[in-house]
């Protein structure tokens, strides 16, 4: 089969849809970017054709707790009486397949119920004294809309969604273009089910598997086993009851070449060069594993396996996507996950919930009607509840019942950093930072504040560290940071400007610590020249200063200079020399100015 | 019908179960901590180990499964249980409550039991987790996720071993000693100093990178997977083998000694490292006796102080920013310095 890439993108997509509709719960799920469209929908409507007479639901993003886990049916509860409980969408689902709209938004709570729920396979109840299990066995499909690296599904939810399919590239045509064998489809898919419990796994494919997880860097044992997974229900879907090489390239493709952090190390004749600054070439991948394959399988010596199920899995990859792995491997050793803990809380509900008080609800509290009701229970005979049946049963609920939610309002500060890493003193100045960073995140513990890096050097300025508490992520992120260059110092005041400006969305409140000497050399369209350089930092300063962002400029030259303190008064920033700036001496500073508004 | 993973079917990953096989031997060691790579077993050997725990005795009718031995403080009600002449009891397994993510406060520490409230009119105490997990484990997957007020009930709790209610016109108290184990991803933001000093072992749990053990650990998981009773029943020896140690050591553990050397070597440790507090020292004895007991040695020395220091003390090190090292490295180069082999 000779299909252009983006028809091989489609025909895999197919392939993925079967395969999770022959066992949803063993696949875990399904994560698909694409953008909402005719694509998905058609991709969707495959899928559900496969399912049919299995549940299907779609998981809402600002779903609340009780309805996503279980919880007190309130409306019931005030109806009957007496606590009546609700299952949660989870349990609906069990058996079925759950559709997560706009999962790379998903809250890290959620994606943690989410995660636990497929792991376990039930639903458990802790709620509103309710105490209940329900059975949740379930797959789930996450269509995730993010636009760039940035926005990605939840690193929890990832690891547990045995495909990931990438559909941006496929228009409507391609997808509408098969219909026809669609009935086929699921006639295979339920003589694939019923022929899954006797497929087995040879030791030299299971560990075909192992190896090339290994070798993608692909490396969490659970996408391991999802693998092994995956190519037992191909070989189900292709009729055998054995999996070979083929299933296990198939598996390989599909659950761990699109996580793959780089390339593997195999001994081919024609090893991949891509070209590094071009686009994706649309030369034709073969979309299957050589033919030969099957043949030659059983005088193979120890190991070939290994590679020949690795090289098949390559030689289908898109040439475009060879070039990315490099650099996707690159961001990969700063920052492994997304890891947003304390992203943004839900709407109409600002911060964190602090316990519950007596009171009425009065300037935007909330009434919480559990404890109201909890409150106003035990009295219900003195108040001449008349307990017979014969009259429909109210609560009586009096003003002093009333119970309302406390939040805590407190915004938490995001402190952006935005070094100077260009010259020769970069290395100085990145360690400093560095320091600094990490005695504030000690610091954050207890005030449970974030903090971002971002460094600027050559021809532009780059997001070392999103937005994080967790000293862990900014340690590796901030190990081994290159420097030296031209001074980029526009390019670094714009992307600092928006990236406070994101912050700020979020809710927290941003603090920008710019740290540099600044003396401007390259320009925006990245050219040298310190005369357009100075020109487009003081437009970039004149748009930053529009975000009434609080900032602290830290003068990093061996002697105060004049240009520096010119810049923090185009900043409205406060100024501050700091020669000898060290990690001690900044994160005080940076912590008196927070402390300052 | 579900099935449990058996624990000793659960490849690598010794430091995890020894802690675990630790804090089983003896819950006065406190919390185990394992924190570490997603997909590393976590949860599947704390939840093993509620299959492998050797079976105890309650007192018949006592809702917190208080020990007829009287262990521990007993509840108030089990003084009218007992009556004048010794209680029944019966064999129940040691309790391993799993902390549901989304739990609310009402159902961690117990509250009015709103079904007889309303429709009886009785005011009744209904009790939730934290009795449930009375002379167990209390396990909270994800625990770095937990809701900050959650955190603070169980830091309480978990520091005086009762739980006290005081809501809804309730006023109750029963114990609450259980052993807090959590798990989690550190990626997704670090624990609160209050809880990690808490736990009493912390364990760092990372993915094999040698193929034969990945090879290892996909194979019997699929295996699991096709058959669990087959693959269960293949285990139930070596998972007996297991509990009798606990037994055994269990047994053992009041009579090993902890010579006056020891203790001393355990403070230099302690100063070397500049750990907080004395919980390092105490922890850092507990465990090292619980070990010895475990491999049947009848003196704790510098072998079970040497295996045991990274895992009690790594998470009580004064954070030091500006030392790269990570804190594993740091307790180990103060035991090269302290204990040359």
Same mark, same amino acid.
């Given at each position: 089969?000779?299909?252009?890439?983006?028809?091989?993108?489609?025909?895999?997509?197919? *392939?993925? $849809?079967?395969?999770? #509709?022959?066992? +949803? &719960?063993?696949?875990? %799920?399904?994560?698909?970017?694409?953008?909402?469209?005719?694509?998905?929908?058609?991709?969707?409507?495959?899928?559900?054709?496969?399912?049919?007479?299995?549940?299907?639901?779609?998981?809402?993003?600002?779903?609340?707790?009780?309805?996503?886990?279980?919880?007190?049916? *309130?409306? $019931?509860?005030?109806? #009957?009486?007496? +606590? &009546?409980?609700?299952? %949660?969408?989870?349990?609906?689902t069990d058996g079925g397949v759950l559709v997560a709209a706009m999962a790379e938004r998903v809250t890290p709570e959620v994606a943690a119920r989410l995660a636990a729920v497929l792991d376990r396979g039930e639903a458990v109840v802790e709620r509103d004294g309710i105490t209940q299990r329900h059975a949740a066995r379930l797959g789930l499909v996450a269509l995730d809309e993010g636009i760039g690296d940035d926005e990605k599904l939840p690193a929890a939810l990832q690891e547990r969604l045995a495909m990931l399919l990438d559909l941006q590239s496929v228009t409507p045509a391609e997808a509408f273009e098969d219909q026809a064998q669609i009935p086929d489809l699921a006639r295979e898919v339920a003589q694939a089910r019923a022929l899954l419990p006797q497929v087995t796994m040879p030791e030299p494919v299971l560990q075909a598997l192992c190896v090339a997880g290994v070798a993608l860097g692909a490396s969490s044992l659970r996408l391991a086993l999802l693998a092994v997974r995956v190519a037992r229900i191909h070989a189900a879907l292709g009729g055998?009851?054995?999996?070979?090489?083929?299933?296990?390239?198939?598996?390989?493709?599909?659950?761990?070449?699109?996580r793959a952090t780089q390339m593997p190390v195999v001994e081919s004749e024609e090893p991949p060069s891509p070209p590094p600054d071009e686009p994706p070439p649309s030369e034709p991948p073969p979309d299957e594993p050589p033919k030969d394959l099957d043949d030659a399988e059983p005088q193979l010596p120890e190991g070939a396996l290994d590679d020949l199920v690795l090289q098949a899995a390559l030689a289908s990859l898109p040439p475009g996507l060879l070039a990315s792995l490099q650099a996707r491997q690159a961001r990969a050793d700063r920052s492994r996950s997304s890891g947003r803990s304390g992203a943004a809380r839900k709407s109409g509900q600002r911060g964190r919930p602090a316990g519950v008080r007596r009171g009425e609800p009065r300037g935007g509290e909330r009434l919480n009607v559990i404890d109201t009701l909890r409150a106003a229970a035990p009295w219900q005979r003195l108040r001449g509840r008349v307990l017979d049946a014969v009259s429909p049963r109210r609560i009586e609920v009096r003003a002093d019942d009333f119970h309302v939610t406390r939040y805590r309002q407190k915004r938490e500060t995001t402190t952006i950093f935005v070094v100077d890493a260009s010259g020769s003193s970069a290395m100085n100045r990145l360690a400093e930072a560095k320091g600094a960073v990490e005695l504030l995140l000690a610091d954050c513990y207890v005030r449970r504040d974030k903090v971002a890096v971002l460094g600027f050097r050559g021809r532009g300025a780059e997001l070392l560290l999103p937005p994080t508490r967790s000293l862990v992520r900014a340690k590796r992120s901030l190990s081994g940071l290159p420097g030296g260059g031209g001074t980029p110092l526009a390019a670094a005041i714009d992307a600092a400007g928006a990236l406070a400006d994101a912050v700020a969305r979020r809710g927290d409140t941003p603090l920008v610590v710019l740290l540099t000497d600044g003396r401007a050399n390259v320009a925006l369209d990245g050219s040298g020249g310190r005369a357009q350089a100075e020109a487009?930092?003081?437009?970039?300063?004149?748009r930053f200063r529009q975000g009434h962002v609080a900032t602290l400029l830290i003068d990093t030259s061996p002697r105060p200079q004049a240009q520096a303190a010119g810049l923090a008064q185009a900043l409205q920033a406060r100024y501050l020399p700091l020669p000898q700036a060290g990690a001690a001496s900044m994160s005080a500073a940076v912590q008196a100015a927070t402390a300052r508004r | 019908m579900s099935f449990t993973f058996p624990f000793s079917a659960i490849v690598g990953q010794d430091e995890m179960?020894?802690?675990?096989?630790?804090?089983?031997?003896?819950?006065?060691?406190?919390?185990?901590l394992v924190f570490g790579d997603r997909g590393t077993g976590k949860s599947t050997a704390v939840r093993a180990l509620a299959a492998l725990l050797p079976k105890m005795r309650a007192i018949d009718g006592c809702r917190y499964g208080c020990d007829p031995a009287g262990g521990g403080t007993a509840c108030d009600q089990c003084?009218?249980?007992?009556?004048?002449?010794?209680?029944?009891?019966?064999?129940?397994s040691v309790p391993v409550v799993d902390m549901p993510l989304g739990a609310t406060e009402d159902r961690v520490v117990g509250a009015l039991d709103l079904e007889r409230a309303l429709s009886q009119g009785v005011k009744a105490f209904e009790p939730g987790l934290l009795a449930r997990a009375n002379r167990?484990?209390?396990?909270?997957?994800?625990?770095?996720?937990?809701?900050?007020?959650?955190?603070?009930?169980?830091?309480?709790?978990?520091?005086?071993?009762?739980?006290?209610?005081?809501?809804?016109?309730?006023?109750?108290?029963?114990?609450?000693?259980?052993?807090?184990?959590?798990?989690?991803?550190?990626?997704?933001?670090?624990?609160?100093?209050?809880?990690?000093?808490r736990f009493g072992l912390s364990?760092?749990?990372?993915?094999?990178?040698?193929?034969?053990?990945?090879?290892?650990?996909?194979?019997?998981?699929?295996?699991?997977?096709?058959?669990?009773?087959?693959?269960?029943?293949?285990?139930?020896?070596?998972?007996?083998?297991?509990?009798?140690?606990?037994?055994?050591?269990?047994?053992?553990?009041?009579?090993?000694?902890?010579?006056?050397?020891?203790?001393?070597?355990?403070?230099?440790?302690?100063?070397?490292?500049?750990?907080?507090?004395?919980?390092?020292?105490?922890?850092?004895?507990?465990?090292?006796?619980?070990?010895?007991?475990i491999d049947g040695d009848a003196v704790v020395g510098d072998a079970q102080l040497r295996r045991i220091a990274a895992p009690a003390l790594r998470h009580r090190l004064r954070r030091n920013p500006l030392d790269d090292a990570g804190s594993t490295v740091r307790v180990e180069r103060a035991l090269a310095e302290l204990f040359p082999a």
């Open positions: 089969m000779d299909l252009p890439a983006e028809a091989a993108v489609w025909a895999d997509a197919t *392939l993925a $849809a079967a395969i999770f #509709a022959v066992d +949803p &719960v063993g696949v875990g %799920g399904v994560g698909v970017r694409a953008s909402a469209g005719p694509v998905r929908d058609q991709w969707l409507a495959l899928l559900q054709q496969m399912v049919v007479g299995k549940p299907w639901r779609r998981l809402p993003l600002n779903i609340r707790d009780e309805r996503l886990i279980g919880g007190l049916d *309130l409306g $019931a509860t005030l109806q #009957a009486g007496r +606590p &009546v409980a609700q299952r %949660g969408l989870m349990a609906e055998r009851d054995s999996a070979d090489a083929d299933d296990a390239a198939v598996a390989v493709r599909l659950v761990l070449l699109p487009d930092v003081q437009a970039a300063a004149m | 179960k020894l802690a675990i096989l630790i804090a089983a031997v003896d819950p006065g060691v406190g919390g185990v003084p009218t249980l007992k009556g004048h002449g010794k209680a029944k009891s019966h064999w129940v167990g484990f209390l396990y909270i997957d994800e625990v770095n996720l937990l809701e900050d007020h959650l955190v603070d009930l169980l830091i309480d709790v978990a520091a005086s071993g009762e739980n006290v209610v005081e809501r809804e016109g309730l006023s109750v108290r029963h114990p609450a000693r259980f052993v807090l184990v959590g798990s989690g991803n550190p990626e997704e933001g670090e624990l609160r100093p209050q809880l990690l000093d364990v760092e749990v990372r993915t094999p990178t040698d193929i034969a053990t990945r090879v290892e650990v996909v194979r019997r998981r699929d295996a699991y997977e096709r058959d669990p009773a087959a693959f269960i029943d293949h285990w139930h020896a070596e998972d007996e083998r297991i509990r009798r140690r606990i037994v055994a050591a269990r047994k053992r553990l009041a009579d090993v000694q902890v010579p006056d050397v020891a203790l001393e070597r355990a403070a230099q440790l302690c100063m070397k490292l500049g750990t907080d507090g004395l919980r390092g020292e105490l922890t850092l004895m507990r465990a090292a006796r619980s070990l010895a007991a």
